[in-house]
C-alpha cells in the first residue's frame, strides 16, 4: 500500500465550541484540486473505551441506554470516554464495573479504530475480557442504563440484523466472533464464544 501526502492545504483554524469532551474547529484550506474552502472538524479529547466481557457459561453483557443525539435507545457494549493520559485498559477495567458491576481477571485489547475519520479524530480502542466476577453497577449520574445478560451469539445475531448499531459495539462483537474462529484467542475463550 503506498502512502501518499497531505493533499490539503491548511491555511488557518478557528475554534468555534469548547467544552470538556470536545473541541469543534473551522478549518481555512485550500482543498486537494487547488480551491479555497472550509474543513469543520471534532477534536475528541478522550478516548472511546470498549469492552466485550465473555462469562463462563459464553454469554457477554449488553448495556441499554437513551442516547441523546439520536434521540433513541440504544444496546450497547459496556463503553465510555478513556482519558488520554489514562492506561486504555484502566480505563476499560473502570467502565466495566461502573456499567456492569463486573471485574475480569483476564483482559486482551483486540481492536483499534477512528470511529468517523471524515469529520473527527475519535480513536477507540476494545477490550475482551473473561474469568469475570459479578458484583454492583456504579453508573455515573448521566447513565440510566439497562443490564442485559443474553448468549454471546444472540449479541452477534443482534449486531448482523441492525438491532445494534453503535459501530464501536458491531465491530467488536463481529471481531471476537472471528478472531475466536480463526484460533486468535485463547482455547477456553474461543470455545465459549462459538458454543455460545
Known sequence: MTESKNPWTALRATTKYDNNWIRVTEHDV??????????????????????VPIDADGST?????????????????????????????????????????????????????DLSN???????????????AHGQAQPEETEQLQIRKLPFA???DMAWAGEITDSLSVASLLKVELMARRGELPAEVARLIIAS
Open 61 to 113: 453483557f449488553l448495556v441499554g441506554q437513551f442516547r441523546f443525539p439520536f434521540g433513541k435507545y440504544s444496546w450497547e457494549i459496556p463503553e465510555g470516554g478513556g482519558a488520554l493520559d489514562v492506561a486504555p485498559l484502566e480505563s476499560a477495567k473502570r467502565e466495566l464495573i461502573e456499567e456492569t458491576g463486573l471485574v475480569a481477571e483476564h483482559w486482551r485489547q483486540f481492536l483499534r479504530m
Open 154 to 156: 444472540r449479541a452477534l
Open 30 to 51: 485550500i482543498n486537494p484540486m487547488g480551491k479555497p474552502g472550509i474543513y469543520g472538524t471534532v477534536h475528541f479529547k478522550h478516548l472511546a473505551i470498549g469492552v
Open 118 to 132: 471524515s469529520v473527527s479524530d475519535e480513536v477507540a480502542i476494545s477490550f475482551l475480557a473473561w474469568n469475570l
